[in-house]
């Protein structure tokens, strides 16, 4: 079956750090893929999406590239904010539908 | 901005109760969803819910669990029997259209069964 594995948290950095956040999947078909962040107290909301290889999703300064000989989505940020401290969930669409496969979830902190 | 909002934030039960979360989806969603994470799991579809019945639900969702969406605003999903493993993080989440992927979710209800 579709599964999403995300590297595993809590991820800690300085304010301007470069950030990666690994994600891999596996899938039977031709996935969709997002990142969703939950910042606190907060619902989960999309914060980018790519739905063929090669694409790159952005938003909010992150990207993320579909890669599809590597089976992956790392999402990226080339200098955090403390604002961007929150958990931040891979997920995948196998048929273009809203059941997303996630993976665990990463929380992200920023310290300035 | 309009949001999904969930109620109760947090629910404590006896094990074999009978529980209800609420949700209220964006009002002009057509699209409704649960899903869950166990503490230090993978968030889980639970079951999807369109024009007054289920499309779609995961082999979670047995029949100790329903949805319903009883008026015009709210979308509950009831656990008739709960069980210990049953203890989880549920969230509630409500589309416009399909096919896009984005999913608008509440902030969840912790459920903890004792």
């Known amino acids: 079956g579709d599964s999403v594995t995300q590297m595993e948290g809590p991820v800690t950095l300085s304010e301007e750090a470069f950030l990666t956040i690994n994600c891999t999947y596996t899938a039977t078909g031709y996935p969709s893929l997002f990142w969703y962040v939950q910042y606190p107290g907060e619902g989960l909301q999309l914060l980018l999406k790519?739905?063929?290889?090669?694409d790159k999703g952005s938003n909010k300064g992150f990207e993320a590239t579909y890669r599809k000989e590597t089976t992956s989505f790392h999402l990226e940020k080339g200098s955090v904010q403390v604002s961007d401290s929150a958990v931040y969930f891979c997920a995948l669409s196998d048929f273009g539908n809203e059941k997303l496969t996630f993976g665990t979830g990463t929380r992200l902190t920023i310290i300035p | 901005e309009p949001e999904v909002t969930q109620t109760p934030s947090h629910q404590v039960t006896q094990m074999g109760q009978e529980v209800i979360l609420r949700c209220v989806p964006i009002?002009?969603?057509?699209?409704f969803y649960w899903y869950r994470q166990i503490l230090g799991q993978k968030v889980e579809f639970l079951v999807s819910f369109y024009n007054n019945e289920i499309s779609e639900k995961s082999e979670i969702f047995d029949d100790q669990f329903s949805v319903e969406r009883p008026d015009g605003s709210n979308f509950t999903l009831k656990i008739r029997s709960t069980k210990l493993e049953d203890s989880a993080m549920y969230f509630c989440?409500?589309?416009?259209?399909?096919?896009?992927?984005?999913?608008?979710f509440g902030e969840g209800s912790r459920l903890t069964v004792l």
């Open positions: 989440a409500s589309s416009e259209a399909t096919g896009s992927g984005e999913l608008f």
């Open positions: 009002s002009n969603h057509l699209y």
């Open positions: 790519a739905t063929k290889a090669d």
